[in-house]
Nanobody, 122 residues
Framework: VQLQASGGGLVQAGGSLRLSCAAS????????VGWFRQAPGKDVDFVGC????????YYTDSVKGRFTISRDNAKNTVYLQMNSLKPEDTAVYYC????????????????WGQGTQVTVSS
């Protein structure tokens, strides 16, 4: 299975972007899907995830109330809607898949896609 994140770009602070994570080669519904980000010079950080099969979502505190993860299993796609973006959200964003029902740490994910750059200007 391959994952591909897309939808990044340059946006002003307060703006919105929607990232997509498309899977090929395997149905997404049997994977928990997470979003991670890596700012320049920093480690890869957990942003949020959606459980195996869809439904419940979990977020890191810094994005709660601003970011929303959803999935469309028919399209084999998971989305990250990002609103009220801040300059500190600037990073390369990655999506990842885990065979677990829920996965909150990067080490639980064994499928990683290429990242997409998000830049938020002040």
């Amino acid at each position: 299975v391959q994952l591909q994140a897309s939808g990044g770009g340059l946006v002003q602070a307060g703006g919105s972007l929607r990232l997509s994570c498309a899977a090929s080669g395997r149905t997404f519904s049997s994977l928990a899907v997470g979003w991670f980000r890596q700012a320049p010079g920093k480690d890869v950080d957990f942003v949020g995830c959606i459980i195996w099969g869809g439904g419940s979502t979990y977020y890191t505190d810094s994005v709660k109330g601003r970011f929303t993860i959803s999935r469309d299993n028919a399209k084999n796609t998971v989305y990250l809607q990002m609103n009220s973006l801040k300059p500190e959200d600037t990073a390369v964003y990655y999506c990842a898949g885990s065979p677990k029902y829920i996965a909150l740490t990067r080490h639980e994910y064994n499928l990683w896609g290429q990242g997409t750059q998000v830049t938020v200007s002040s």
